[in-house]
């Protein structure tokens, strides 16, 4: 994946491993989101209904959730 984006192929990057590039695009949009913040720009927040809901779920909840979602894709990935 890493040489198919060095090289500018994004199609064969998400052929190789889609939930890894959907995950550094999203890790990648938080980044430069967190930095126009702290560089003074303006703060980017989601609807206030979505941010409620977001919040009711602990973090505990959410990195069980990753976790499955990772061991779920791996076994379709190598089951396939």
């Known amino acids: 994946m ?3 984006l060095l090289h500018g192929d994004v199609p ?3 052929l190789c491993n889609p939930l890894a590039l959907v995950g550094l695009l999203v890790l990648g949009l938080l980044g430069v989101l967190w930095a126009v913040e702290a560089a003074g720009g303006p703060a980017i927040r989601p609807p206030r209904s ?3 809901v977001l919040r009711r779920v602990r973090l505990g909840q959410w990195l069980a959730l990753g976790l499955a979602v990772a061991v779920l ?3 379709a990935r190598n089951v396939f």
């Open 2 to 4: 890493g040489s198919a």
């Open 12 to 14: 064969a990057a998400f």
């Open 50 to 52: 979505l941010a409620a």
């Open 73 to 75: 894709y791996t076994i």
